[in-house]
């Protein structure tokens, strides 16, 4: 009840980890669609569930909206769709737009997104992607993790209550997994009061994140825009090393190498003040 009144969800239910949790969905939902879309940079454990699900799965480009629209419409009439997507990419830090997605498919398309790096972050109120791109949980699944934000152990599943009945008589990863301890269900349920009752400790993060990235940008680093607190850095190989007129090793370094920096509560503010001194 926690997690529903947090996120403003009809139902949830808890698993393992949040790796196991889109197993879950994809064991429980196996049967309940005709064909799958995937994002090309979607988190291994949505690529892994995917298999579960038992029918055609198709990659689309990452984030496009076009594309997906695209693939969608080469369906049948009576294909029953679902699009598999992070709502905050470990890779890059990105945001999909789910906005985009859900105005352009069909109505019936359902949406399953692994929020693992967006729960308790992103939102108003830290509800995640769905409330940062403004979205409703209609035909919505939402996965997430309670070892990141919310710093506890263990995974959920954000849905409807006809899913999440589905989910408990049908998989096999749910009935044989053992769920979270109950220290660690205690710690995540008061994380969640916590986050629910100083949203200025979520706003600190982001505030810090945003000081790391303008001192990156000042630096004259390439420094993408995301939302929240995972930088991606795009390193050229012709930079140079420590400063030395050598170029950087072509062993070490693809053409272009793209690095995740990820900025916590406690280290933001000293990376920030080092950020200065580059």
């Known amino acids: 009840s926690a997690l529903c009144d ?5 139902a949830a239910l808890l698993t393992s980890t949040g790796y196991t949790a889109n197993q879950v969905v994809a064991q429980g939902l196996a049967g309940a669609f005709t064909h799958a879309f995937i994002d090309a940079q979607a988190h291994p454990s949505l690529q892994d569930a995917a298999v579960f699900l038992g029918i055609p799965v198709r990659t689309f480009r990452h984030r496009d909206a076009q594309h997906l629209r695209t693939l969608e419409r080469r369906l049948p009439a009576g294909a029953r769709a679902i699009v598999l997507t992070d709502g905050l990419f470990a890779r890059d830090g990105s945001v999909p737009p789910l906005s985009e997605y859900r105005s352009q498919l069909r109505p019936a398309t359902w949406l399953w997104i692994d929020d693992c790096h967006a729960a308790g972050i992103l939102g108003p109120h830290g509800r995640g992607s769905l409330e940062q791109c403004g979205i409703g949980r ?7 993790t309670l070892s990141k934000a919310f710093g506890s152990h263990g995974g959920a599943i ?13 998989s096999r990863c749910h009935a044989g997994s053992t769920p979270p301890l109950l220290p660690a269900a205690a710690a995540a349920i008061r994380s969640l009061d916590i986050c629910r009752r100083e949203p200025g400790r979520r706003q600190r993060l982001l505030d810090r994140s945003a ?4 001192a990156l940008l000042k630096a004259g680093l390439p420094v993408e825009e995301t939302p929240g607190p995972i ?3 795009v390193v050229d190989q012709g930079l140079h090393r420590d400063g030395h007129s050598e170029p950087a090793d072509a062993q070490q370094f693809d053409q272009f190498v793209k690095g995740r920096l990820q900025v916590g509560r406690r280290h933001a503010v ?3 003040e080092d950020m200065k001194r580059v």
């Open 6 to 10: 947090f996120f403003g969800a009809p």
């Open 138 to 144: 209609r035909r919505c699944i939402q996965t997430l």
């Open 158 to 170: 954000l849905c409807d209550a006809a899913t999440r009945r589905s989910l408990i008589e049908h």
């Open 211 to 214: 000081a790391v990235k303008k």
């Open 231 to 233: 930088l991606s850095l």
């Open 270 to 272: 000293d990376l920030a």
